[in-house]
Nanobody, 120 residues
Framework: QVQLVESGEGLVQPGGSLRLSCLAS????????MAWYRQAPGKQRELVAS???????TYADSVKGRFTISRDNAKNTVILQMNSLKAEDTAVYYC??????????????WGQGTQVTVSS
């Protein structure tokens, strides 16, 4: 079994900051790409940022310069630091990881989602 547990949800004012964390646990041999997605009400889930095991990052245009993704491979953790938050960043944020299992096989796993609300 594999679990992705997110933390850091909250309500923040426009211009504020928030830090999301995601911890992967279970029968994990290694983790390839880790990513954060988000889904706002009435909209499709979209990629926010991703990071490979070697540290290569990609960002959605809407968050470039404001969000930073990082990871700690030893702790199977991915972090999303969100600065200069805007109302349009309000969404449920999901952690995603491409995981190679100890017993073999490759899975794409999702966290349960964490709510981020940006409002004055």
């Amino acid at each position: 079994q594999v679990q992705l547990v997110e933390s850091g949800e909250g309500l923040v004012q426009p211009g504020g900051s928030l830090r999301l964390s995601c911890l992967a646990s279970g029968i994990i041999f290694s983790i390839n790409t880790m990513a954060w997605y988000r889904q706002a009400p009435g909209k499709q889930r979209e990629l926010v940022a991703s990071i490979t095991s070697s540290g290569r990052t990609t960002y959605a245009d809407s968050v470039k310069g404001r969000f930073t993704i990082s990871r700690d491979n030893a702790k199977n953790t991915v972090i999303l630091q969100m600065n200069s938050l805007k109302a349009e960043d309000t969404a449920v944020y999901y952690c995603n990881a491409n995981i190679r299992l100890v017993l073999g096989g490759l899975i794409d796993h999702w966290g349960q989602g964490t709510q981020v609300t940006v409002s004055s």
